[in-house]
């Protein structure tokens, strides 16, 4: 051999690769090949020196502020011991508060959805007016609606005469 002190062996105990163009970890100061010189594939035990995340306290939800060079865990762990503001017998915000008010319906939503006739409030599913058998204040039904209803009439219970119903109910009861 030539060169005998040239290059450097892998600091990893399953790999130990001589490596001519050795990589130096900025935490541990150890030397690593390509492969390894990542915090996580070398698993370095120094990484919280360099690691500049915030940790945030899992019971009160307000970021710690942790010095470079102290380990988070044990900062968060003497925050929840000390300065932590949560308190076990609040009870935590519930989301889902707006009951649907169809008979039968156990459904809660997080926003409000108003029936804009009986002013009502139901779940996604019973929100429009033929969902939850509106008695609303008699607001006339759409074009759109009034096709819904045929449709559905019209397969339900077919007249042997005609496929056709007359457009005189549509008239008799919807005065636009």
């Not at 219970?157 to 549509?170: D, I």
Request: aromatic letters at 6%.
């Amino acid at each position: 051999m030539e060169f005998p002190d040239l290059g450097k062996h892998c600091s990893e105990k399953t790999c130990k690769q001589l490596d001519f163009l050795p990589l130096k970890c900025d935490a541990c100061e150890e030397v690593f090949c390509k492969n390894h010189i990542t915090y996580d594939q070398h698993k370095c035990t120094s990484s919280y020196k360099k690691d500049v995340q915030v940790p945030v306290c899992p019971l009160c939800n307000t970021p710690i502020p942790v010095r470079r060079g102290e380990m988070p865990d044990i900062v968060v762990g003497e925050h929840m011991d000390r300065d932590c503001k949560y308190d076990p017998t609040q009870r935590k915000q519930r989301i889902f508060t707006n009951k649907c008010l169809k008979e039968g319906c156990k459904r809660k939503e997080m926003m409000k959805l108003v029936c804009n006739q009986c002013h009502g409030n139901f779940c996604i599913k019973h929100r429009h007016p033929l969902d939850h058998d509106c008695k609303g204040g008699g607001r006339s039904i759409s074009k759109a609606g009034y096709a819904a209803i045929m449709r559905a009439s019209e397969s339900n219970f077919r007249p042997t005469g005609s496929n056709k119903m007359s457009s005189n109910w549509y008239l008799e009861h919807n005065r636009c």
